[in-house]
């Protein structure tokens, strides 16, 4: 492993590409996708400038330009281009809601959205296109890339030739992505990482993990989410490892196949979609990967056991992170990864944690380093930098004494029952333990008598709280956690990123409880 040095990671992103190609050889492929042609480094910095001085005609230096597209080549290749020309990627979840994807541009003073024919047709999202286009020109790449010309392409051969010649420079601090957070628990946010934010995070992850230049990364996790951008596309790329690009999480039979195909070594994903790929892949289609990357969500004990049951011990290394700090905090490793916890802590990363009544044995997280966000969005179109630098997670967590954490849930997921507080995370874990081929969430309403009372969501159909109080007997865990109130649904609302939908699962609880009223 590398050590981590803060002081070399301050880079401007497009400077941390031409590096890493020098490194590692400008011919070295570096990126492919499902269309199959890889591209190497020079092949990725010529694209970038082609495409990039189209872009340029009709966007200014440092605007943030709308980027709906999926994890793919041309993804890739728009970002980097977008950064070739100082403008300021702002990455759009097309799967958010027209109203979140209107919010987050009227937030972040996009003007321009880059999108494609193909994206758009595959996945119907005509009637997102027409609410942005009453906000922004939506620009296709395909219309765009049929205007490179030859004379565009000597341009982008000499550009290729003497790359820090022909960029536009830009500081380390200035933005290098906007993205949106989650919305898990409420309305997204719009976050702005510095271009130094998003190198310390690679150099950082690349110092905690010893990384093969050899290894393929697969990543089909989104490139608006910070999971799918830094750890499946700017790490890989930046380090010297190949990242193949797929465009959905979703296509559950057909990615183990690809990951045996491109010879993958690397795999991210979150809990939700790793179970599902496990269960639909021939044995031999995931027994080639050296690790998988879990974020996201917790990583179930089912799992677990599962892979290694299927697939041999390959290493399921969860992880811990937030957008905002871009986004890893904390990974567990190849050679120590620890069930239950989310890993040791990414070197630079420093923590203070503030105590929270009725929750001994943790504290609520805030951390510091050079991987946290310039600041919030403001609706001025300002930034709002952290308090001293410290952002505050929200989670509650408990940290070992050689930088090991156990997440014991978020601050907003306690419900206080009869003067006690219960975590939301455990009661849905005993759910997990009792069924754990079903997914089940857990949320707390008001209770006149108790405070508040827990309701477990489930998809298992035959659930009922009789064997839930039996296993909480049987580990020890207060009766408390028990909900005894259970809604049976068809499916428990996810986001895009395979994340827990907890507005959602807030509406369809609150529906059901006015029905039974």
């Not at 491109?262 to 289609?285: C, H, I, K, M």
Request: a neutral charge; glycine letters at 10%; aromatic letters at 6%.
């Amino acid at each position: 492993m590398a050590s981590f040095d803060s002081a070399a990671a301050q880079s401007a992103l497009f400077d941390a590409l031409v590096a890493a190609s020098r490194k590692h050889g400008s011919k070295k492929p570096i990126l492919e996708d499902q269309e199959r042609n890889p591209l190497s480094y020079l092949d990725l910095i010529r694209a970038a400038f082609a495409l990039g001085r189209k872009i340029s005609a009709f966007t200014k230096k440092g605007e943030r330009v709308g980027v709906m597209l999926p994890s793919s080549v041309g993804g890739v290749v728009t970002f980097f281009a977008l950064h070739a020309f100082g403008r300021v990627p702002t990455m759009l979840n097309f799967t958010a809601g027209i109203r979140n994807l209107k919010a987050a541009c009227e937030l972040a003073g996009v003007k321009t959205v880059l999108t494609s024919h193909r994206f758009v047709e595959q996945g119907k999202l005509h009637d997102l296109v027409d609410a942005l286009e009453t906000l922004t020109k939506v620009v296709y790449l395909e219309d765009v890339r049929r205007t490179i010309g030859f004379s565009d392409r000597l341009y982008a051969a000499a550009a290729g030739a003497f790359p820090l010649r022909f960029r536009i420079a830009t500081k380390p601090s200035e933005p290098g992505v906007i993205l949106f957070t989650s919305g898990s628990f409420g309305a997204p946010r719009g976050v702005v990482l510095s271009q130094a934010n998003l190198v310390s995070n690679a150099r950082q992850i690349a110092a905690h993990i010893a990384l093969d230049p050899s290894w393929v990364f697969f990543n089909p996790l989104p490139i608006f989410h910070c999971f799918g951008l830094t750890g499946g596309c700017l790490l890989p790329i930046l380090e010297g490892l190949k990242a193949f690009q797929y465009p959905s999480p979703l296509h559950i039979k057909q990615i183990p196949a690809l990951v045996k195909d491109t010879g993958a070594a690397v795999l991210f994903a979150t809990d939700t979609f790793l179970n599902q790929y496990a269960r639909s892949a021939e044995p031999d289609e995931l027994s080639g990967l050296t690790f998988v990357v879990c974020g996201a969500e917790k990583v179930r004990e089912e799992t677990h056991n599962l892979i290694a049951e299927k697939f041999g011990p390959i290493p399921i290394l969860e992880g811990y992170g937030a957008t905002e700090a871009s986004p890893v905090i904390a990974v567990n490793q190849p050679a120590d990864n620890r069930r239950g916890t989310v890993g040791a802590l990414l070197p630079g990363v420093e923590t203070r944690l503030e105590p929270v009544e009725g929750i001994p044995g943790g504290g609520r997280l805030l951390v510091r380093g050079p991987n946290i966000m310039s600041g919030y969005l403001t609706p001025g179109g300002g930034i709002e930098a952290p308090s001293g630098g410290w952002h505050d997670t929200g989670d509650v967590v408990a940290i070992s004494d050689d930088s090991w954490i156990r997440i014991l849930g978020r601050v907003k997921r306690f419900a206080k029952i009869g003067g006690e507080m219960v975590s939301l995370t455990a009661a849905e874990d005993l759910a997990a333990a009792v069924w754990p081929d079903c997914r089940h969430a857990v949320v707390a309403l008001p209770d006149p008598k108790k405070g508040e009372r827990l309701i477990l969501v489930t998809d298992r159909r035959d659930a009922e709280a009789a064997p839930l109080i039996a296993h909480a007997k049987m580990i020890g865990a207060p009766e408390l956690a028990v909900p005894r109130k259970i809604i049976r649904v068809q499916e428990i609302p996810v986001l895009g990123t395979g994340k827990t939908d907890y507005v959602a699962l807030q509406r369809i609880v609150d529906t059901e409880m006015q029905r039974a009223a």
